[in-house]
């Protein structure tokens, strides 16, 4: 039982077309846009699907902090990825090219960009499973159907084009996220 607001359980319900499942340590979910494996703790939270509804139970004692954050934590993840499985996720980044005009072009699973700083070697980065990258002028817009994977994403090719020997304040070319991975709107 539950005292002071604490609850052992949260309930997600499930978009039309996806479904969920754990075993052996790990949730898996499938939808029309994909499907995402992610490591799960069974151990310490109990999952059960029943009428287009995902019921998440605690399985720790309820009082405690670390237990209802485990909880909420989970179900923010669910939600995360059930919407994501049908609604798609979306992130932006803007190419800044003060000093050298930067071409940046996707070649198949990775992002090359050639020219940052007047460098001879292109530098790339690889795009997380999962994720497409498409540039339109300054503008790349990563797409995929896990949160975490456009996120992962976007923040290979920030770390990618750091600039390292130079002082920042007076070299600000690169390529930096205005717009973080969050869910497409609903159409």
């Known amino acids: ?14 978009p039309k077309g996806v479904s ?3 075993s052996e340590g790990r949730l898996r979910a499938k939808g029309p ?7 799960f703790p069974s151990d310490a939270i109990g999952l059960h699907v029943a009428g287009g509804n995902v019921t998440l139970e605690l399985r720790l004692p309820a009082h405690r902090k670390k237990s209802q954050a485990l ?16 609604r798609g996720v979306e992130a932006r980044m803007k190419v800044v090219a003060a000093h050298f005009p930067m071409k940046v072009q996707v070649r198949g699973e990775e992002l090359v960009i050639e020219n940052f700083l007047g460098e001879k070697h292109p530098r790339a980065t690889q795009l997380v499973p999962g994720t497409k990258a498409q540039v339109e002028g300054d ?3 990563l797409t995929g159907h896990d949160l975490e994977q456009v996120g992962q994403s976007a923040a290979n090719i ?9 002082d920042p304040r007076v070299f600000q070319d690169g390529i930096y996220l205005i717009e973080r991975a969050h869910l497409r709107e609903e159409s």
């Open 1 to 14: 039982m539950s005292t002071d607001g604490e609850s052992t359980q949260e309930v997600v319900a499930l």
């Open 20 to 22: 969920v499942s754990v």
């Open 33 to 39: 846009l994909g499907s995402v494996e992610r490591p």
């Open 71 to 86: 909880l909420k934590t989970w179900a923010a993840h669910l939600r995360n990825i059930t919407q994501g499985l049908t």
């Open 139 to 141: 503008i790349v817009t």
């Open 158 to 166: 920030e770390r990618v084009t750091r600039i390292r020997d130079y």
